[in-house]
Every structure is written in C-alpha cells, then in structure tokens.
C-alpha cells in the first residue's frame, strides 16, 4: 500500500542507546504528522515503564498542532510530563499555534527569539511583554533571546562549542 516504503521492513533505530534520534524529514508531508505522534507516543509510552528521566525535544512542533488531535496529545503530553520523569522541549516558528493552547502556561521556561512584525503583538500579548520587551524581539540577532521564568526576564546568549555546533548545526552548507 501507500506506507510500504514506512513499515516494509524492520526499523533500523536502536532503541537501547542513551540518545535516540528520530528524524522525519524524509516523511511525506501527509505522514509527518503521523511520524511525530508515533516518535512522541513511544517515548510517553517509555516513560511508564521506567523511572529514567528522559528529555523530548518536539521540533517544529506546528506538525501535531495543525491537527485537533494531535494538539491535544501534545497538550496532554506537556501537562503531564513532569509527573513521568520527562522534560519536553516543544519548538516552533509559529506562535500563532499556541494562541488557543494550554501549552505556554504549562511551561515553566519560555524562549523568544526574534520575531518579524506579523508575530509580535501576539506574542506581546501572551507573554505579556513590555514594549521594550518587544522592541528587544524585534532586533534580536542570532544566538540570542528573551528568556523567562519565575518572574526574571533576561536577555541571553547562546553559545555553542565546536562540538555542539557541529552536532546540531542545520545550516545546509555545513552539513
């Protein structure tokens, strides 16, 4: 059928190692989302059986959230995490998805990087910045961002090592 080139053989992730990469990229678009949900389902199902404390990392998190569903899988997932053992890190270049959310309120740290015009009064109003605050997101270089929690508002900067930057770069013409 149409998903034999997904399911026709055995997978080649080792699930076993202290890292497991799950890179959906190559998915069809009209698969991804369903790629993601399995990704995330198998590392909530995880967390049941074990007390190891696991980190999910939920990039372009848009994918699930264009979906009724899969909003509120990753919603429920955010909510509950902690209680699992699992810290979730949810990305997205779209703030717009989490105007309807439970998500931002259930985090205790947000990360704002620069935003463009069209974006900025929403996330003004989410977060509830200053408008120094927004003119800060407005011209933010990268590397940097707007960091809050617990009430503290700090402008930081992200420096990667060598190695870091090496592992995690997406830049196509290093890659």
Request: include cysteine; hydrophobic fraction near 40%.
């Amino acid at each position: 059928g149409s998903l034999a080139g997904l399911f026709a053989r055995p997978t080649n992730v080792s699930l076993d190692r202290v890292v497991v990469d799950f890179d959906i990229k190559d998915l069809e678009t009209e698969l991804r989302p369903i790629g993601l949900f399995l990704v995330s389902n198998f590392v909530w199902t995880e967390s049941y059986r074990s007390k190891i404390p696991r980190h999910l990392i939920i990039d372009e998190a848009a994918t699930l959230m264009d979906y009724e569903s899969g909003a509120t899988f990753l919603e429920d997932l955010v909510r509950r995490a902690r209680k699992r053992y699992v810290g979730v890190d949810v990305i997205s270049q779209h703030p717009q998805i989490f105007r309807n959310s439970a998500i931002p309120a259930n985090c205790a740290t947000h990360i704002l990087m620069r935003q463009d015009a069209t974006t900025l009064d929403l996330v003004q109003q989410m977060f509830h910045l200053s408008s120094r605050e927004v003119n800060l997101l407005r011209r933010l270089p990268k590397g940097e961002a707007l960091l809050l929690t617990n009430e503290k508002r700090l402008h930081v900067c992200f420096e990667a090592s060598e190695v870091e930057h090496l592992l995690a770069t997406t830049d196509p013409r290093e890659i």
